[in-house]
Structure formats: structure tokens, C-alpha cells
């Protein structure tokens, strides 16, 4: 069964960074998509971040584009959500996701990790 184990989230106020990490279990990261979603309360769950591990392509929401970065690790089995500059806006839970398939399209359609809660301080 593949599964997936976010970590990372926290407390920290406007400005600050926060790294986010996805680490999964029972499947390789190679040539898969994992990405990054996130749910603030009263909202609906939006994408954040895709990548797909072999080719290290790389996609973002309009809305994080030149403050959050999105890596892969092979050798960890692991992939990273670098987030810079947070704001208020950003206080959500975090998911990370897979797909078997190497496409940002289907990301999230093999299987969902827990959520990791990130909090932004004014």
C-alpha cells in the first residue's frame, strides 16, 4: 500500500519560511507526479505545487510563484515544499499527494497523505 507522510508544518509569523516534507513509503519516486494542496478552513481544497520526479518539472499556483519551491529527493524517497514569505493567507492544512502516473494532471490520484498544519501569524 502506498502511503504518504507529510511533516513540516508549524507557527511562524508573516515573512517567515517554513519547509514541508512528503515522505513516502512501499513505492520509488521515480517517474511519478507528487504534489502539494492545501485547505483553509471554510474553503475549498486548492492545488499549491506539482513536480514530477523524473523530469523535475516543476508547477505552481499563481498564488505562490516566487515564494514556494518544490524539490525532490530520490535518494530520501522524499519530496520538499520550501515556502518563503508566508502570509496570513497561506494558514492552512497542507497535503501532499501522488499519482503512479508522471503528470501534475492526475496528482492525487494513487493516494493522499495526512495533512500538516501550517499557521501564519500577523
Known amino acids: 500500500e502506498v502511503q504518504l507522510q507529510a511533516s513540516g508544518g508549524g507557527v511562524v509569523q508573516a515573512g517567515g519560511s517554513l519547509r514541508l516534507s512528503c515522505a513516502a513509503s512501499s513505492f520509488t519516486f521515480d517517474d511519478r507526479a507528487i504534489g502539494w494542496f492545501r485547505q483553509a478552513p471554510g474553503n475549498v481544497r486548492e492545488a499549491v505545487a506539482c513536480?514530477?520526479?523524473?523530469?523535475?518539472?516543476?508547477e505552481y499556483a499563481d498564488f505562490v510563484k516566487g515564494r514556494f519551491a518544490i524539490s525532490s529527493d530520490f535518494a530520501k524517497n522524499t519530496v520538499f515544499l520550501q515556502m518563503n514569505n508566508l502570509q496570513p493567507a497561506d494558514t492552512a492544512v497542507y497535503y501532499c499527494a501522488a499519482s503512479l502516473d508522471p503528470y501534475c494532471t492526475v496528482v492525487g490520484s494513487t493516494t493522499w497523505g495526512q495533512g500538516t498544519l501550517v499557521t501564519v501569524s500577523s
Open positions: 513536480i514530477t520526479t523524473r523530469s523535475r518539472k516543476s
